[in-house]
């Protein structure tokens, strides 16, 4: 009865070991893996990253200059941001945000107009 009357007292006077999710959430660790980058500018559209994934959740199409991340088959194991010879590909911490619909990120690489010629 003692032990019980223990617990009780200290429930009572301490704070909550839970948090309140979408009111309060949590600090992200320094050194967590969460969302992946894609900066095309650098890219060459080789395909490393694509055949490094184990999930394949990249597919780089390089005729059309496409690159293309399924981010449901993402495993976040970050072996195509290791693999990517111009640093292309970038990791942070900050998590995603639940999706109710699955979505294929694609970046396409910008092709500049072709100038007119005069004649």
Do not use: H
């Not at 490393?48 to 597919?59: S, Y």
Request: glycine letters at 2%.
């Amino acid at each position: 009865m003692a032990k019980m009357l223990k617990v009780i007292f200290k429930n009572l006077f301490n704070k909550p070991a839970t948090r309140l999710y979408p009111q309060t959430q949590r600090e992200t660790f320094e050194r967590s893996r969460g969302r992946i980058y894609f900066e095309e500018d650098n890219c060459i559209y080789c395909s490393i990253c694509a055949r490094k994934c184990p999930a394949d959740a990249i597919t780089v199409d390089r005729a059309t200059s496409t690159w293309k991340l399924d981010a449901f088959r993402c495993i976040i194991c970050g072996e195509c941001v290791t693999a990517c010879p111009k640093k292309t590909i970038a990791m942070n911490n900050q998590r995603r945000q639940s999706a109710p619909v699955k979505k294929v990120i694609t970046v396409a690489k910008q092709t500049e107009p072709a100038a007119s010629k005069e004649e």
